[in-house]
């Protein structure tokens, strides 16, 4: 078996264990009022599933984080290219920058629904206010860090400014947006699902908080399960964008860990 | 005729942690056009930053460089330049570095592939076009540095201990294409090297620098005909006392005194 197929095996192994010690522990250990247990909860599953009505909590959900996400991050790398040729504007915006990234996002939450209403353009702002920063600061470090003497390389072979930009800065600042992107899609999901938890009529969110409001353990770490797996399927994709983007770096794996240059 | 490559009175300093460095100082020499011009000189000399100065990278802090009888400003693109370190775009290929130059000419794809394609097997990289520069050796990555420059043709090249990072046997191979290469081209060259017999295997004139601050000591015309043979030529009696002649003069700065 391929190294690749042999760890799937691993990871579906230990979740299984994972699940049957749950299963194992409910009901002998813990009252099942507290904790559910799987097969509880994939019974929910499969209900909500196939009654169809967890896709409309999914899609708004969905829709919130990708939305938020994209504005944040097409907003975020913008800024940070823009900022990081501007060097006395980006002195000046320098500290308000910081403060307000300092802002908890949840004490905005509520002030963004007051603004932007308890439908999904608030969950959106709250998202794209994550986004922004995070891919901003990599952005702007990335591009800080170009390595000049490739730029000056470009230069003395004739190439103009712009084709400086397309040719060295943006392949060169490749890397630290993946890397921004990358860090900011969990806390996406995180920022749309804190949304609904304040004040929404659906998504997710609303979901695993009303199902708690009822005492339904079942339906609430129903809800908690399905995000869980999208965060994992988001990183997958976006980590294999990641590989492909970034397949010109060595691997830390390429060369052996006991050879030197 | 006025030379095609002319420093006068050329210095450079540089402000290291409130300490100044003198790189060059009253630097004068002039490269006719055609002309193979080695330049050698001890370890921080400031051999580096004479070629930084020329192709416009480093304004001078005085002095004057004049190019074609105009005083140069800014980037000289008529000029090319092999650095010390080879430089590779490391998200390009090796075969989209070499042709790296003529892309942003506006050359067609398939005409960049195929210039490219001749000098990486001019240089015996064939096979490698689809590598990344991390997965070259440093003479592989030093090789395809060399001829990205080749391949546009530029007028006058400067080239910073080019061979360094490559093994002797290569390296005399190298010397052997790069003198076949400039005799049919007719270019002009500016290339410096630690390497004596490199300097004077391949010159029409050696320049010898002082140790740091770097000035020109010493000026010599290498009288050995060409074509040369790069495997026998240091066997040569002229070789020998021009040698001979350039070791004494290199000899005072590279010892310590
Ligand atoms: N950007 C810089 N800032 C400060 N000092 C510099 C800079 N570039 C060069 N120097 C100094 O100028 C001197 C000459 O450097 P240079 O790189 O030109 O030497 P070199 O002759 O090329 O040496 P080598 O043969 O080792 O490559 C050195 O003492 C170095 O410390
Ligand atoms: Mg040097």
Redesign the interface.
């Given at each position: 078996m391929t190294g690749r197929g042999r760890l799937f095996v691993y990871r579906l192994l230990f979740g299984f264990v994972l699940l049957a010690a749950w299963e194992a522990a409910s009901g002998r250990l813990i009252d099942p009022f507290w904790v559910s247990r799987p097969s509880d909860i994939f019974k929910y599953l499969w209900g909500v599933f196939a009654d169809g009505s967890i896709f409309g909590h999914l899609a708004i959900t969905l829709y919130e984080t990708f939305v938020g996400f994209f504005i944040g991050a097409t907003s975020g790398i913008a800024l940070g290219f823009f900022l990081a040729r501007k060097e006395v504007l980006a002195q000046v915006l320098d500290p308000y920058i910081v403060a307000f990234n300092g802002i908890p996002r949840i004490a905005l939450a509520p002030l963004f629904i007051i603004w932007f209403g308890i439908g999904p353009n608030s969950k959106v702002i709250l998202v794209v206010t994550v986004v922004f920063f995070l891919t901003f600061f990599n952005t702007y470090a990335g591009v800080k860090g170009v390595d000049v003497e490739l730029k000056n390389i470009l230069r003395v072979m004739g190439a103009s400014e712009r084709q400086i930009l397309f040719k060295v800065t943006i392949p060169a600042t490749v890397p630290w947006i993946a890397t921004g992107l990358k860090i900011s899609l969990p806390y996406a999901i995180v920022s749309a699902v804190v949304g609904e938890f304040i004040a929404a009529s659906k998504g997710l969110g609303y979901l695993i908080n009303y199902n708690t409001s009822l005492f339904s353990t079942t339906g609430a770490l129903g809800g908690i399960l399905i995000l869980a797996l999208v965060v994992v399927l988001c990183n997958e994709i976006i980590s294999r964008a990641e590989a492909y983007l970034l397949r010109w770096r060595p691997r830390e794996n390429g060369r052996k860990s006991n050879e030197l240059y | 005729m006025p030379p095609l490559l002319s420093l006068n009175q050329v210095c450079r300093e540089f402000q290291v942690r409130g300490r100044q460095v003198v790189a060059v100082d009253t630097l004068d020499l002039a490269v006719e056009e055609g002309e193979f011009v080695t330049v050698v000189g001890p370890s921080g000399c400031g051999k580096s930053t004479l070629l930084n100065l020329v192709?416009g990278?480093l304004p001078p802090s005085a002095g004057r460089i004049v190019y074609r009888g105009r005083a140069v400003e800014g980037?000289n693109?008529a000029?090319?330049?092999v650095?010390q370190?080879d430089?590779l775009?490391?998200?390009?290929?090796l075969v989209e570095n070499v042709e790296?130059?003529l892309?942003?000419?506006g050359a067609a794809k398939n005409e960049r592939r195929r210039r490219a394609g001749d000098l990486i097997g001019q240089v015996g990289l064939s096979g490698f076009e689809d590598h990344?520069p991390?997965?070259l050796s440093g003479g592989m990555r030093q090789r395809a540095n060399i001829i990205r420059t080749l391949i546009?043709d530029p007028e006058l090249i400067l080239m910073d201990e080019p061979f360094g990072p490559l093994d002797a046997q290569t390296r005399i191979v190298l010397q052997d294409q790069l003198l076949k290469l400039w005799r049919a081209s007719r270019k002009t060259i500016l290339f410096i090297t630690h390497d004596l017999v490199e300097a004077i295997t391949l010159a029409d004139r050696v320049v010898v620098m002082t140790s740091r601050p770097g000035r020109v000591k010493h000026i010599a015309a290498v009288p050995i005909p060409r074509p040369r043979d790069v495997y026998q030529i240091h066997m040569s009696s002229e070789f020998r006392e021009v040698y001979n002649k350039l070791w004494n003069e290199l000899r005072p700065e590279v010892a310590p005194a």
């Open positions: - | 192709v990278l980037i693109t000029i090319g330049y650095t370190k430089n775009l490391p998200w390009r290929t790296i130059a892309e942003i000419r990344y991390h997965e546009y």
